[in-house]
T-cell receptor, first 114, second 113 residues
Framework: GQNIDQPTEMTATEGAIVQINCTYQ??????LFWYQQHAGEAPTFLSY????GLEEKGRFSSFLSRSKGYSYLLLKELQMKDSASYLC???????????????FGSGTRLLVRP | EAQVTQNPRYLITVTGKKLTVTCSQN?????MSWYRQDPGLGLRQIYY???????DKGDVPEGYKVSRKEKRNFPLILESPSPNQTSLYFC????????????FGQGTRLTVV
């Protein structure tokens, strides 16, 4: 079946580094996305990995290991505004028409404390 | 400005009263979809559309309808809303059917009493 797991909540201190893990099991993996969602707002795109390795974008980096079904999002130099939910989403190929879909994890709520 | 626009942002309605949530994108995207977001369940896809007049069911389509008569618009219709459809709804669009980076609307918080 399809399954995406990520921790429900994490707490970190302003200025620190935090790593949010995501493990997945899907039948037609074709890429992994990370989105940020502030409470009551729309998700916004953070990063995309389709090949193994690390993608760096400013304070945010994302890592993918396809053989392990594992990804993480690394946030450096944490700021108060980084308090939000972080959604891991896998692009999966549908069986019936070969189209794609995004399967979302439940999200990790990150609280950044002063 | 590139955006996905949903209306209304908030809606309280009664059981059985038909309603439509509109979604419009100005990026000429082919792929559009609707999600609902419930606590502990994440975003779940309701319906999607790969192009004009091409729509299909997602994971939780029961009780919903959609249409795609124009490329920019993808309304979500609840013919007879029920309390279990109380949720936060998001419309999203992507450039192509390969479902790259998705752009989300602001969300519609629907309460059915």
């Amino acid at each position: 079946g399809q399954n995406i797991d990520q921790p429900t909540e994490m707490t970190a201190t302003e200025g620190a580094i935090v790593q949010i893990n995501c493990t997945y099991q899907t039948s037609g993996f074709n890429g992994l996305f990370w989105y940020q969602q502030h409470a009551g707002e729309a998700p916004t795109f953070l990063s995309y990995n389709v090949l193994d390795g690390l993608e760096e974008k400013g304070r945010f980096s994302s890592f993918l290991s396809r053989s392990k079904g594992y990804s993480y999002l690394l946030l450096k130099e944490l700021q108060m505004k980084d308090s939000a939910s972080y959604l891991c989403a896998v692009r999966d190929r549908r069986g019936r028409d070969s189209s794609y879909k995004l399967i979302f994890g439940s999200g990790t709520r990150l609280l950044v404390r002063p | 400005e590139a955006q996905v626009t949903q209306n209304p942002r908030y809606l309280i309605t009664v059981t059985g009263k038909k309603l439509t949530v509109t979604c419009s994108q100005n990026m000429n995207h082919e792929y559009m979809s609707w999600y609902r977001q419930d606590p502990g369940l994440g975003l779940r896809q309701i319906y999607y559309s790969m192009n004009v007049e091409v729509t299909d069911k997602g994971d939780v389509p029961e009780g919903y309808k959609v249409s795609r008569k124009e490329k920019r618009n993808f309304p979500l219709i609840l013919e007879s809303p029920s309390p279990n459809q109380t949720s936060l709804y998001f419309c999203a669009s992507s450039l192509s059917t390969v479902m790259g980076k998705a752009f989300f609307g602001q969300g519609t918080r629907l309460t059915v009493v």
